[in-house]
């Protein structure tokens, strides 16, 4: 039985953010554009992303500060983000509906703070525009021959277009469908793949007093990093959020890649300040005082009146077995006092990892930018193939510069794959 023939303009693999970016900047560009979705729904890392409340953007005014964050690969990034930058982005989703805000350290935010709200809004968009998917199309094969491709296999039927473009995302958060497919086609049409390593991605802890107390947020604090003993200078400071299985939260996550590097040289140590700019003798005069004024009450109902707001709980977890929590707070010893000070301002703990691509909110890898013509997002290997988002090789921290990424890439990658049709 002869197979389903399916043609089209412009081709897309991947219905996450850039794939969803390029088939409207495609469509909207002239083009006939099958976008091809191996999940049921289009969108599900980008409904998770930001626990939920997507950090859309980075909405840093300064275009050479901004493109700091992306680490070896900001001087390639100039010219895209000049072509379809943060402005160019954000105004894009206020016209389809999605009202943004700006928050700390220049992460915006829509106005909902619903990452759902983004991917259907992209979704609509797709339809508005006349973007034909077909969701649960997983891609078998990629036909190539003369550095070109041929045609597209799924389980069902075989698409040719003029262009393609892979969109597939990396290999973070593999439980949304990103297993790294789009790596394999890549080596296999003849790019150079850079192996992924978990990037941005939350620690892994030794201590039960930490992964006792999963969902406690310890605002503004520090944490600083030794190996064997010694004070190393990886220092991190911010919100830290306790996990089932350690600690994550910005901060964390964006010194992930040094951490990393902390590890393969020795037994790494954590310890926590959750007080940062109150020095030992103000905490311990704070207690003398709680307790005078309380000398009846037992030394855990005083330790809430001390400790950050969440902070208790860890504090008794953590003082178990080395000081006695009820004793009342009139026959505290001088060690007691001591020992609940020192928790407060260095409160240790063991790192045994990062928790790895499963986890991991953004990893690294893909094809190095000098085979990709970033102006446009166009392989230099195989002539009518587009490459975005995760699919490249760019390191970057947290804060909306992910997502920022996937709409410059792709809005290019569409935009330009619709134009140049009739000359590849």
């Known amino acids: 039985m002869p197979r389903h023939q399916i043609k089209a303009d412009v081709l897309i693999i991947g219905g996450g953010a850039s794939g969803m970016?390029?088939?409207v900047a495609a469509s909207r560009a002239g083009a006939k554009v099958i976008l091809l979705e191996k999940n049921r729904q289009l969108g599900n890392k980008l409904r998770i992303t930001g626990g939920g409340r997507c950090n859309i953007s980075n909405a840093e005014p300064n275009q050479r500060e901004l493109l700091s964050n992306y680490g070896n690969a900001k001087k390639a990034l100039y010219s895209p983000y000049s072509r379809f930058g943060v402005q160019d982005s954000l105004l894009f989703f206020k016209e389809i509906g999605i009202d943004t805000k700006t928050e700390?350290?220049?992460?915006?935010?829509?106005?909902?703070?619903r990452a759902s709200d983004v991917a259907n809004a992209l979704v609509s968009a797709m339809e508005r525009s006349g973007v034909v998917v077909h969701k649960n199309s997983s891609v078998d094969q990629v036909k190539t021959s003369n550095s070109k491709i041929d045609f597209v296999s799924t389980h069902g039927a075989d698409y040719s277009a003029g262009n393609y473009i892979l969109a597939t995302g990396g290999t973070s958060r593999p439980d949304t469908g990103s297993t790294g497919d789009g790596f394999a086609w890549l080596k296999t049409m003849g790019h150079s793949v850079n192996a992924p390593t978990p990037d941005i991605t939350p620690l892994a802890v030794e201590e039960s007093f930490i992964t006792k107390n999963a969902g406690t947020k310890i605002t503004r604090a520090s944490i600083s990093f030794f190996v064997d003993g010694q004070k190393s200078k990886v220092v991190v400071s911010g919100d830290i959020l306790l996990t089932h299985f350690g600690i994550s939260g910005p901060a964390v996550l964006n010194t992930a890649r040094n951490?990393?590097?902390l590890l393969k040289q020795g037994r790494v140590v954590a310890s926590l300040d959750s007080a940062p700019g109150t020095d030992t003798s103000e905490i311990d005069a704070t207690l003398i005082k709680l307790f005078e004024q309380n000398p009846k009450k037992q030394l855990n109902s005083i330790l809430p009146l001390v400790a950050p707001s969440g902070f208790a709980s860890v504090l008794r977890h953590s003082l178990a077995g080395k000081v006695d929590c009820d004793v009342k707070t009139s026959e505290v010893s001088k060690f007691t006092r001591q020992t609940v000070v020192d928790h407060l301002k260095e409160l240790k703990f063991t790192i045994t990892g990062l928790m790895g691509l499963e986890k991991a909110v953004v990893a690294d890898g893909g094809?190095?930018?000098?085979?990709?013509?970033?102006?446009t997002m166009r392989s230099k290997v195989v002539s009518n193939l587009y490459v975005t988002g995760d699919l490249l090789h760019i390191n970057r921290p947290s804060g909306g510069f992910s997502l920022q990424l996937c709409w410059t890439t792709g809005h290019l990658a569409g935009l330009n794959a619709a134009k140049n049709i009739a000359v590849v």
């Open 104 to 113: 700390a350290k220049q992460r915006v935010f829509p106005v909902s703070e």
């Open 21 to 23: 970016m390029a088939a």
């Open 259 to 261: 951490i990393g590097g």
């Open 367 to 375: 094809v190095d930018l000098a085979e990709i013509d970033t102006k």
